[in-house]
């Protein structure tokens, strides 16, 4: 096996310049996004770094996983305890799990009883998905709480054109089976999007000192229905509810051990929303929301918790050089637990409520020149107020499309019910608070058929909350910088060829310590092709990731190594109702880790077929 540590960089980069060695043929649609300023706007005209994951990279990769479909974007750090179920986090640049904010259509999702009050989203499943959208940098001042790095946002496809529906069944390694069907289209004044997605498997062994396979099993249901009651005016249902049940590996006297224990987790949110414009000027949404967690274990241990939400957003419009968005936010959290045993604690019924309030100004007043800025100011039952803001500016030079951009924004991120009222808790802590700033430069080349982009970002957090060994409590403990460069290029060289390559350098450090943080890897690479071949009947992508040696301890004593994984997928129609096919993880068996102790995917794969009725 060739060594990562000195090929594993060389082999990105070189594929990079052969890859950028000769002109595209055909230049890509401008993707629009929402998340960024909650309006429709060009990607690249948005002043904060945005990555897009369409339904069709989804779909072309055959990826079922959630998780797996973040794990390539630049910025984006994924790591879990074991495949299939193990409890799974996600950072953004450098920072720490649970200041990422993952939502359903602008919606939060999260568990206020897990200990950082983030979802573990090791079971979300990909069907239904429209697009997800990932923000980078503090964006609080549009979603407040836990945005302190950035947001994903999981934006739920809407049923256009006439009805159709489809459906597929894959088998694979460990026994995997695969399934999911829906339907989607427009009559009338109804659309309509329903899918269902579901998987089994054996599994391996969640830790590396197991023997004995531990199964998985999840399956889950999305739901877009709306009606147009006017040309104006839509009301719609967003409805998502995933059930999984995971086997996993505990600790024994000597730590990890190969356990019997399981799990079953159920959430599910419901959003009922309003989008209504009654004038060319003006436009708003009402939504209401509500959402719930369930987490049961072996033991008898029994966690609850229910997030409620209602927002309203008006956009006001003047010609086509400024657009105000003022906003009101409303949530209440609640949880409680019980643990058996002598050792066990039961936590009634809590809850705490929120309230925010915010505006921001979208300003075109020079030709390519884009101008944003936007205060937030929200006040927590627990904490009182807490305000923040954000500002950024594009501009395009359309001589040469180039697209220099930059943001400064602050965030912040509450305290869980956990962190506030378990044992271990505290309910003085204070809320963690962040500040970050990038500045970026976006090249399109040859009509748009390579683009590349270049980003410099500082992130600075404080007050974060941590598990303070002298008090057995957690306490506002540490501050943490991190800063560094994001690259990448997206290349359609040929009808028959696309390439696109990322590289990450990330340094974050404890400012106490002057130490890395755990388990963030200075650099991280990805490259991917795309091969329509045979008049795209024959499909082929094979997509690389590469990541840097980190370390596994506070104290930098623990070093995990480097490595590189290769996946490949291929699908083939059949004809215009039937496609076949599968997808290949781990092309070289790579022997990685994500974190200690935990097991990784060798070689596998599956195949499966799917059926499409127009």
């Known amino acids: 096996m060739f ?19 000769l002109p595209a043929q055909a230049a890509s649609k401008q993707e629009m996004v929402v998340t960024a300023t909650l309006t429709q706007e060009e990607l690249d005209q948005v002043p904060s770094t945005t990555f897009v994951v369409t339904d069709l990279d ?42 990422t904010l993952l939502m359903l259509d602008g919606v939060r999702l999260t568990d206020p009883i897990a200990p950082d009050g983030s979802l573990d989203i090791a079971s979300l499943l990909t069907g239904g998905i429209g697009q997800i959208e990932v923000v980078q940098g503090p964006q609080s001042t549009l979603y407040g ?23 597929s069944s894959g088998f694979g390694s460990y026994n995997t089976w695969l399934g999911a069907a829906g339907g989607q289209g427009q009559v009338g004044r109804f659309n309509f999007m329903l899918a269902g997605a579901g998987v089994t498997t054996d599994g391996i062994s969640k830790v590396q000192v197991g023997s004995e ?93 229910h997030l409620t939400t209602a927002q309203w957003r008006h956009n006001l419009l003047y010609k086509d050089i400024n657009i105000l968005t003022l906003g009101v936010n409303w949530q209440q959290e609640q ?48 904490f009182g107020d807490q305000v923040t803001w954000r500002a950024g500016a ?21 305290p869980s019910l956990y962190q506030r009222y378990s044992p271990y808790g505290s309910q003085g802590l204070e809320p963690e608070k962040s500040k970050g700033w990038d500045l970026g430069v976006v090249q399109n080349l040859w009509g ?36 560094g460069l994001e690259f990448f290029t997206q290349a359609q060289l040929a009808s028959w060829l696309g390439v696109d390559f990322s590289w990450t350098y990330t340094d974050a450090q404890d400012q106490a310590t002057d130490k890395d943080l755990a388990y963030v890897p200075r650099q991280k690479g990805t490259l991917g092709l ?33 490595y590189v994984t290769v996946n490949a997928s291929a699908s083939f129609r059949i004809n215009k109702w039937l496609s076949v096919y599968g997808n290949l993880v781990n092309l070289f068996e790579e022997d990685y880790v994500e974190i200690q102790g935990y097991n990784t995917l060798g070689l596998s794969g599956f195949l499966g077929v799917r059926l499409d009725l127009p």
């Not at 990562?4 to 060695?21: D, N, V």
């Open 448 to 483: 748009k058929r390579v683009k590349l982009g270049l980003t410099y970002f500082n992130i600075q957090t404080h007050n974060l909350i941590n598990f303070d060994l002298n008090t057995w409590k957690y306490a506002n403990l540490d501050e943490v910088k991190s800063q």
């Open 394 to 414: 594009s501009y395009t030079l359309a001589a040469s499309d180039t697209v220099l951009k930059g943001t400064y924004g602050t965030g912040f991120k509450a």
């Open 530 to 562: 795309r091969l329509p071949l045979f008049k795209d009947r024959l499909l082929l992508r094979v997509w690389a990731l590469y990541v840097g040696p980190r370390y596994a301890d506070a104290a930098n004593t623990q070093e995990v190594d480097a």
């Open 213 to 305: 396979n531990d199964p998985y099993r999840a399956y889950q249901f999305n739901a877009r229905l709306g009606y147009d009651l006017n040309d104006h005016t839509e009301l719609y249902f967003i409805g998502y509810y995933n059930h999984a049940k995971t086997d996993y590996d505990g600790f024994g006297p000597k730590g990890l051990a190969d356990t019997n224990d399981n799990s079953k987790t159920t959430s599910y949110t419901s959003i009922l929303g309003l989008a209504n414009a009654p004038l060319p000027w003006w436009n708003h949404k009402l939504t209401i929301s509500y959402g719930s967690v369930d987490r049961d274990y072996q033991d008898g241990s029994t966690y609850t918790s």
């Open 58 to 99: 989804i779909q072309e990769k055959a990826q079922w996983s959630f998780v797996d479909a973040l794990r390539d974007l630049p910025g984006m750090y994924v790591r879990s305890n074991g495949p299939f179920g193990g409890v799974t986090s996600l950072s953004m640049r450098g920072t720490q799990p649970g200041q």
């Open 145 to 167: 709480s836990e945005a302190m790095a950035g947001v994903v946002n999981i934006i739920t496809k809407r049923g256009q054109g006439p009805p159709s529906a489809w459906a």
């Open 335 to 382: 949880g409680e637990y019980s643990e058996p045993g002598v050792f066990g604690f039961t936590l009634n019924k809590k809850s705490v409520g929120n309230l925010g309030l915010y505006l921001q100004d979208q300003v075109k007043v020079l030709q390519g020149l884009y101008l944003l800025g936007g205060l937030r100011q929200d006040h927590n039952d627990d």
């Open 3 to 21: 060594q990562i540590k000195t090929w594993g960089p060389a082999l990105m980069l070189g594929a990079l310049a052969w890859g950028l060695a």
